[in-house]
Nanobody
């Protein structure tokens, strides 16, 4: 499974960004996809995840501001980020999890910087 993430950048506080993650390869074995982030000096943390049947899970810090969605026809997962805060600044990583194989796949990471 290969993951190609895109959509990061620099945005002012209160602004919005949309991240995309396109999956390719043996994707039928993937049942959950999500986004993690890692800020300098901090551990990588889950931001949001979505299952094959579109059940979602969010970190408390992003609930009500971020929305994860998936387009199964395009094998793509999106993270719509609104009302961005400086503390959202991090490298965001796309993740694909296979419960069948107990394997996690990672994208290359995309930088999101929230600053005035």
């Amino acid at each position: 499974v290969q993951l190609q993430a895109s959509g990061g950048g620099l945005v002012q506080p209160g602004g919005s960004l949309t991240l995309s993650c396109a999956a390719s390869g043996i994707i039928f074995r993937i049942n959950v996809m999500g986004w993690y982030r890692q800020a300098p000096g901090k551990q990588r943390e889950l931001v949001a995840a979505i299952s094959r049947n579109s059940n979602t899970n969010y970190a408390d810090s992003v609930k009500g501001r971020f929305t994860i969605s998936r387009d199964n026809a395009k094998n793509t997962v999106y993270l719509q980020m609104n009302s961005l805060k400086p503390e959202d600044t991090a490298v965001y990583y796309c993740n694909a999890h296979s419960s069948l194989d107990m394997v996690d796949y990672w994208g290359q990471g995309t930088q999101v910087t929230v600053s005035s």
